[in-house]
């Protein structure tokens, strides 16, 4: 291999790069704001925000996201909840953004945080499909309140 072989080659690799920091330059940043880890510190779930919208990772993969502050953190506390009921102790962490964004959100639709939380939690469990539908069968989008994208 020549060495100008080598220098071009190198130049190429200079080249991208720049390009792909101009092109992560450009991106909104992401933010982290909750994060749900078990005892040994493993990331269970987690909520960031880019660009405005919330967005919440389960499992290593996006599991989906919304405009409800008060959604994502419904949904990491319940996600609290699952774990704890089968013993596995966890630890929920999540930013003051996270959580006054949730409660401005609950005051804007004339409700206690709790009480929003509730309702949330609620407009969930409805929206689910009954065990032994036939799976044939759709239910129709529930677009009464904030959903996941």
Do not use: C
Request: hydrophobic fraction near 35%.
């Amino acid at each position: 291999m020549s060495i100008q072989s080598k220098a071009r080659r190198d130049a190429r690799k200079r080249k991208a790069e720049r390009e792909r920091n101009r092109a992560r330059a450009g991106r909104p940043p992401i933010e982290p704001h909750a994060e749900l880890r078990d005892r040994d510190g493993n990331l269970l779930a987690g909520v960031v925000r880019q660009g405005g919208v919330w967005v919440l990772g389960m499992d290593g993969r996006i599991a989906g996201s919304s405009d409800s502050a008060a959604q994502m953190l419904m949904l990491m506390r319940r996600a609290q909840r699952l774990h704890e009921e089968q013993g596995v102790p966890v630890k929920l962490v999540y930013s003051d953004v996270l959580r006054d964004e949730a409660a401005l959100e609950a005051a804007a639709n004339g409700k206690s945080p709790e009480e929003y939380e509730q309702q949330l939690e609620a407009e969930m469990a409805s929206a689910r499909p009954v065990d032994g539908e036939d799976e044939g069968e759709r239910q129709e989008p529930d677009t009464s309140g904030p959903a996941l994208h």
